[in-house]
């Protein structure tokens, strides 16, 4: 498969991010902060269209892109990241220098920034309570209740997502240094009113 | 709906940071909150006795004159009793003033209050709540998380079972003492257990009650995301229950034999209904059997409470040995406050 060069930058990016402050992460994980990342861009006001790839809903309410899926692999048989007995992801020194000339390119500088905010809400909310309030986004909450596999952010998830940001937009602006909060309240607000945080 | 949601994000924390102190709070407050993550690293929260108070400077300055200067958070174990610390420029100043007006010291500081597992900030003179999770006792920002969920029962069992530190499951007991549990304590057992994981299980899906064929439902259930493996988890209790001062029933070691028989008779029946799933069962024990008490009882001597602490249970058929779908049971001995 020939995946989007996106993916690629995202899953090393996401990754190495991680590492930086705690243990390594697994293929799910990187996933789940690529997707939130695509929200994120969407809500700085760029078209889903725009992120690169597309993802899907797992029966658990999980997202999942091929094209991270591929990513992951392709990187691992390249020497760019490795993995290890426990899944765990970590980015080699060849994978630093290829993710830092890749975020010097222009084409990858606005991505970087919902990359770094996805990346930033791990420190200020534990990666289970961000998995699980983003099963509650409007368009993972569809796939979990129909227990089936499904494109995300169609025109029925999108429109809903567009009046949550909408309600997060009073309180938060779209700038670098909102962002995480803008993510983290967001979530946090789907949690407490599904009663999972108090 | 909407208004909740709305109501809920204004009120987050760090909105009312943004609100009171302007960028430069929706960055102190990040700031602030890794320093949180790394003092809570070190200073063991549970057997900590005294106030922690941390805050951000927003002009950069230190705070008061004269602090004791730590060059990384790891030197912050030393410490006991009612402290502020202040990191700064990545040292940290640690303040001696158990008499401090925190209300005043937000007016040019970010104030995070830590004492006896409850915290929240001083932000401007109004306090910001911080989410919190009832099955744990740590900080918010603080909670550990776990790829494995033996690693995750392990500390659920030291961490929020062994001296009951866990609100939730706290109150599945007749008495302050835990002598004797109310009737039917499985419910609030399942969940004190169910919320914990679903803090800190990462890359999995924690549900409870789950229907493992066409009429069983099983404690909690583990589903770890892209992997296709599946956890089973029957949770059953050990000692008596009481309604008033009736002795309603109770549960000895034969308990455990047959939750044993009966997760394993899941993971079977559950096969079928999950072909493409690898299940592994868990059976989780919360021991509360004390020796030798009576309904009426409000005190007991170690001896007496702390008898089966380290009585292992021995299981008949032994199926974390013959089957490779069962692990090692769990046994959570719950100690008794004793006199």
């Given at each position: 498969m020939n995946s989007a060069p996106e993916a690629f930058l995202d899953s090393t990016f996401i990754i190495d991010r991680l590492s930086e402050s705690r243990p390594n992460i697994v293929a799910s994980e990187v996933h789940l902060l690529a997707y939130l990342a695509c929200l994120l861009s969407i809500y700085r006001g760029e078209?889903?269209?725009?992120?690169?790839?597309?993802?899907?809903?797992?029966?658990?309410?999980?997202p999942f892109s091929p094209d991270i899926d591929d990513s992951l692999n392709t990187l691992s048989c390249d020497g760019y990241i490795r993995q290890s007995d426990a899944d765990l992801f970590s980015v080699t020194q060849g994978g630093k220098a290829w993710l830092k000339r890749m975020c010097s390119l222009r084409t990858f500088s606005d991505r970087q920034i919902p990359l770094k905010a996805a990346c930033d809400c791990v420190s200020l909310l534990p990666l289970p309570l961000?998995?699980?309030g983003l099963s509650k986004e409007?368009?993972?909450?569809?796939?979990a209740k129909l227990k089936q596999r499904r494109p995300l952010l169609d025109d029925v998830g999108r429109n809903r997502l567009y009046d949550q940001f909408a309600v997060i937009g009073k309180t938060w602006g779209k700038d670098a240094h909102e962002?995480?909060?803008?993510?983290t309240s967001w979530l946090s607000a789907l949690l407490h009113v599904s009663g999972e945080v108090s | 709906m909407v208004a909740k949601y709305e109501s809920f994000i204004s009120s987050h924390y760090a909105a009312i940071a943004k609100a009171k102190y302007g960028k430069a709070g929706v960055v102190g407050i990040f700031e602030l909150v890794q320093r949180i993550k790394e003092i809570f690293l070190t200073v063991i929260t549970d057997s900590y006795r005294g106030q922690i108070v941390i805050a951000h400077a927003i002009d950069g300055k230190p705070l008061f004159p004269r602090p004791k200067v730590f060059s990384s958070a790891d030197l912050l174990v030393e410490l006991s009793g009612d402290i502020l610390v202040q990191p700064l420029g990545g040292k940290y100043l640690v303040y001696r003033k158990p008499r401090i007006n925190l209300k005043a010291l937000s007016m040019r500081a970010i104030v995070y209050v830590w004492n006896s597992g409850l915290e929240h900030f001083i932000l401007k003179g109004v306090q910001g709540e911080i989410p919190k999770i009832n099955a744990l006792d740590t900080s918010f920002f603080a909670i550990p998380t776990f790829h494995s969920l033996s690693e995750a029962l392990e500390r659920y069992g030291l961490g929020s079972a062994l001296n009951c530190s866990c609100p939730i499951l706290e109150e599945s007991w007749a008495e302050k003492a835990r002598l004797f549990f109310k009737?039917?304590?499985?419910?609030?057992m399942r969940t004190s257990l169910h919320q914990f994981l679903h803090a800190t299980m990462r890359g999995a899906e924690v549900r409870p009650e789950q229907i493992v064929d066409a009429s069983h439902p099983v404690d909690i259930q583990v589903a770890w995301n892209l992997v296709g493996s599946l956890a089973l988890i029957e949770i059953k209790w050990l000692g008596q229950s009481r309604a008033g001062r009736k002795r309603r029933g109770g549960h000895s070691e034969g308990r455990a034999l047959v939750g044993a028989k009966q997760l394993a008779g899941y993971i079977d029946k559950n096969k079928p209904f999950s072909p493409y799933k690898t299940a592994r069962g868990y059976l989780v024990v919360i021991d509360g059997r004390r020796r030798g008490i009576r309904p009426g009882q409000r005190k007991i001597r170690a001896a007496d409470g702390l008898y089966h602490s380290t009585r292992e249970i021995v299981y008949r058929p032994q199926y974390h040995i013959t089957r490779t779908d069962f692990a090692p049971a769990f046994r959570f001995f719950v100690r008794p406050e004793i006199a």
């Open positions: 078209p889903a269209s725009n992120w690169g790839y597309s993802f899907a809903g797992t029966e658990l309410g999980a961000l998995q699980s409007p368009s993972l909450a569809m796939t962002l995480s909060f803008a993510a | 009737p039917g304590p499985e419910k609030i």
